[in-house]
């Protein structure tokens, strides 16, 4: 079990640092797609216990939309970008206006394309930290579903296996035509891999 105690401040200011580093990132990345300015922060980095994702999103029922993909290589994890429907809504609205319609149901394009919105922020996310720790971290196909938080978790344990105890959340914020969009990105590492992550980060987690 993690002791989240242990974490020192500086050490989620480093954890900060590789998410405003991939924010950018992603920023350039959302910009091309829109094709408009993006402006892209992270407002906070925490670490906390795998069970209360569902609960930090909305609670269990509440639908959300979520990208979730297996992370191979030095540090096996799971990592899952989750976005509520309203945010969700407003990106189809400014992607795909004249074919959006805003009933609460996706069309498969629209899910494709929220998939390639998660998973440029998750590729942006999980490159600056392979380079920060010069560990490899090799993303596998994502997968877009659009449902409740909790049912989006128990598939994700059910796809890839057991999760991990804990999770790193980064917040996510970007303003795209005055309009703020909220998400959250949660790094989900198996058992072990959080050590090897600060180990290689040169900041100790003992």
Known sequence: MTNF?????FELDVLKEVGNIGAGNAATALSTLLNKPVDMSVPSVRLMPF???AERV???EQVVVAVFLRVEGDVPSNMFFIIQEEYAQHLMEQLIP????????????ELSVLCEIG???AGSY???LADFTKLQMMPSVPIVAHDMAGAILSYGIMHYGQMGDSALLIETKFIEDCKTIEGQFFLIPDPDSFQKIFQSLGVGSS
């Open 119 to 121: 998973n440029i922020l």
């Open 126 to 128: 999980l490159s600056s």
């Open 58 to 60: 909305g609670g269990s």
């Open 98 to 109: 004249l074919q959006h319609v805003n009933d609460g149901v996706y069309s498969e394009m």
């Open 5 to 9: 105690n242990r974490f020192e401040a």
């Open 51 to 53: 069970e209360e994702i």
